[in-house]
């Protein structure tokens, strides 16, 4: 799929979707790996995803079981063909599993009709691309508005939430800026800025830093460790292990299968 029609599937939807009205509070540490079925944000059992090739069925995914509680940052990793790509996908209910069970803020996603998925993603989820994806002949506060056109909120609403989330990630005064007028770490901003206007439990990026540089990288990364200390839960795809040391959780994948699951920061019991 296109970068630009992910964008576009992935922020609006297919539906008449409402932002959702809170953020589920942060858990205790300890909770984060084992993570219940009553706090799990997302809950993998089984899951497996096979695509046809010529040389016959390829398994990106085999028998791939996670949980991923309320307020957790946790760093996807792998090598190339690893099955992390894949795994996003189906997270952002861009694809579907070939087998396997996934349920997504209580809901049974494979239960789930074309328009109730559209409005459970468009509520549950916000999505950072390494791309950024930002229409170019739309300005930044019209880019971070975008995804509430669909949502039944008026114009004066939704300007006033976007030109917050911009204050927020430190683009105040840039509203009437163009694209193609600011550094890509800015562009980067937007975009999370963006993400974040449907007030999701849930943030998706994939690889966030990929096109920055290191310094840009560790501002964009404090950004999201900031959000994520807010409640927001945070499941990141990178390459880098310097990126995913902000996770406090590492899961890595391995020819469709994931190999370790380790909690990478610890906080101090309450």
Not at 62 to 70: E, M, T
Not at 146 to 166: K, M, N, V
Not at 194 to 216: F, H, K, M, Y
Request: aromatic letters at 6%.
């Amino acid at each position: 799929m296109a970068a630009e029609q992910y964008s576009v599937q992935a922020e609006l939807g297919e539906a008449s979707p409402k932002p959702a009205e809170s953020i589920a509070p942060r858990p205790s540490a300890s909770s984060w790996r084992t993570a219940t079925i009553s706090d799990a944000v997302i809950r993998i059992e089984g899951l497996h995803k096979l695509y046809e090739t010529s040389a016959g069925l390829f398994p990106a995914l085999k028998d791939v079981s996670l949980n991923i509680a309320a307020g957790e940052f946790v760093a996807i990793m792998g090598p190339s063909g690893s099955g992390k790509s894949t795994f996003m996908n189906l997270l952002g209910c861009l694809d579907k599993p070939s087998a396997g069970r996934y349920v997504l803020d209580g809901r049974d996603v494979e239960k789930l009709g074309k328009d109730e998925l559209a409005l459970l993603r468009n509520r549950t989820i916000g999505f950072v691309f390494q791309g950024f994806n930002l229409l170019p002949r739309m300005s930044l506060l019209e880019n971070v508005a975008l995804p509430l056109i669909y949502c039944g909120i008026t114009s004066d609403e939704r300007q006033q939430r976007a030109q917050a989330l911009l204050s927020k990630v430190g683009l105040d005064g840039y509203a009437a800026s163009m694209p193609n007028k600011i550094s890509g770490g800015q562009q980067q901003r937007v975009a999370i800025a963006r993400a974040l206007i449907n007030r999701p439990r849930l943030l998706l990026a994939d690889e966030p830093t990929g096109n920055l540089d290191s310094q840009t990288s560790k501002e964009i990364m404090a950004l999201f460790e900031g959000l994520n200390s807010e409640g927001i839960t945070i499941v990141l795809v990178t390459h880098e292990p310097d990126i995913a040391q902000y996770a406090k959780r590492q899961v890595r994948f391995f020819d469709g299968r994931v190999v370790s699951d380790q909690i990478t920061h610890q906080e101090a019991a309450v």
